[in-house]
T-cell receptor, first 110, second 112 residues
C-alpha cells in the first residue's frame, strides 16, 4: 500500500549545528504535508506545513522542502537547540486523513 | 488560546472495566479526530467527525470501541469492556475543515 516513511529512525546533532530530517512518501495524490514534533509525554505539535504547489516554505528556524519528482520531504532546523530534542513526524494527506511516518528521534548533544 | 483539552491525562483500569476518554476541541474547529499511539503501530486514526457527524470510523478496532460527539465542543471515546491490548496513548485532534490538525496532550491508558 501507499505509505509515508522516514529514512532515518534516529539523528544525533551537536548543539548549534543544522539538522535535516528526511521523509519519503509514495501517494502521488497527496497535496498537503505537515511536520509535527512530539516531545516525551506530549501530543504531536504542529511545526510547519507545505502544500503541493510549493517547493519550499520557511518558518522560524525551520524550513520544509518538497520534491514532488522524487516524492521527498525534508525538515531543516537551523542552529539546533536542546529544546529541539524530540520525535519528528512527517504526515501527508489528500483529504482529511493524515498518514504519519514512523518518526525520527532527534537528540541534541551539548 | 486554549488548545485541545483531554481528560483524564492518565487512566489505569482493570481488564473488563469501561473506560471513557474525553475531548474538548479548539473552539471554532469543526473536525475532530481520535488517534491511538503505540510503539508497535505508531499513530493510528480511529475515527473522524465533521460537524459532529462521524464520517470515517474504519479505524475503530472493534465493537468494544465507540465514540460520540454530542455537540461541537465535546467528544468521548469509550472502550467497553477494556482489554490489556488497549493500553496506549489516545490523542484527540481538531481542525478547521481538512486543514492542519492540532493535537491534545493525550490520555495514557493502562489496562491491567
Amino acid at each position: 500500500g501507499e505509505s509515508v516513511g522516514l529514512h532515518l529512525p534516529t539523528l544525533s546533532v551537536q548543539e548549534g549545528d543544522n539538522s535535516i530530517i528526511n521523509c519519503a512518501y509514495s501517494n502521488s495524490a497527496s497535496d498537503y504535508f505537515i511536520w509535527y514534533k512530539q516531545e516525551s509525554g506530549k501530543g504531536p505539535q504542529f511545526i510547519i506545513d507545505i502544500r503541493s504547489n510549493m517547493d519550499k516554505r520557511q518558518g522560524q528556524r525551520v524550513t520544509v522542502l518538497l520534491n514532488k519528482t522524487v516524492k521527498h520531504l525534508s525538515l531543516q532546523i537551523a542552529a539546533t537547540q536542546p529544546g529541539d530534542s524530540a520525535v519528528y513526524f512527517c504526515a501527508e494527506t489528500a483529504d482529511y486523513k493524515l498518514s504519519f511516518g514512523a518518526g525520527t528521534t532527534v537528540t541534541v548533544r551539548a | 488560546d486554549a488548545g485541545v483539552i483531554q481528560s483524564p491525562r492518565h487512566e489505569v483500569t482493570e481488564m473488563g472495566q469501561e473506560v471513557t476518554l474525553r475531548c474538548k476541541p479548539i473552539s471554532g474547529h469543526n473536525s475532530l479526530f481520535w488517534y491511538r499511539q503505540t510503539m508497535m503501530r505508531g499513530l493510528e486514526l480511529l475515527i473522524y467527525f465533521n460537524n459532529n457527524v462521524p464520517i470515517d470510523d474504519s479505524g475503530m478496532p472493534e465493537d468494544r470501541f465507540s465514540a460520540k460527539m454530542p455537540n461541537a465542543s465535546f467528544s468521548t471515546l469509550k472502550i467497553q469492556p477494556s482489554e490489556p491490548r488497549d493500553s496506549a496513548v489516545y490523542f484527540c485532534a481538531s481542525s478547521l475543515q481538512a486543514d492542519t490538525q492540532y493535537f491534545g496532550p493525550g490520555t495514557r491508558l493502562t489496562v491491567l
